[in-house]
Nanobody, 123 residues
Framework: QVQMVESGGGLVQAGDSLRLSCAAS???????TGWFRQPPGKEREFVAA????????YYADTVKGRFTISGDSAKNTVYLQMNSLKPEDTAVYYC?????????????????WGQGTQVTVSS
């Protein structure tokens, strides 16, 4: 059984950078790992995803050019580098993984989720 643990959240100012980590443990076939976020009072939304090989990446339009997803297979860890942060990036950030190849922007594609890490961007 795979488990995902996020870390790296915190309180930053607008324009700052932050790097989130998502460490996976356990052995199971996986195809993609994604990052989602849930702003206060809103639904969970897709942020970015990366293939298990690291060769394919996908981004939501709202973060494209500011966020970068990457992976370290030796550490079984996926990162989300967030630059030029804005107050509207404030949310609980979750990583999730899937053994499927469905629509990566749908949360239902993913079967294992982390507990989330809070990111707060002040103006």
């Amino acid at each position: 059984q795979v488990q995902m643990v996020e870390s790296g959240g915190g309180l930053v100012q607008a324009g700052d950078s932050l790097r989130l980590s998502c460490a996976a443990s356990g052995r199971s076939f996986r195809t993609y790992t994604g990052w989602f976020r849930q702003p206060p009072g809103k639904e969970r939304e897709f942020v970015a995803a990366i293939s298990w090989s690291g060769t394919s990446t996908y981004y939501a339009d709202t973060v494209k050019g500011r966020f970068t997803i990457s992976g370290d297979s030796a550490k079984n860890t996926v990162y989300l580098q967030m630059n030029s942060l804005k107050p509207e990036d404030t949310a609980v950030y979750y990583c999730a993984t899937t053994p499927y190849s469905g629509n990566l922007i749908w949360s239902t594609t993913y079967d294992v989720w982390g507990q989330g890490t809070q990111v707060t961007v002040s103006s």
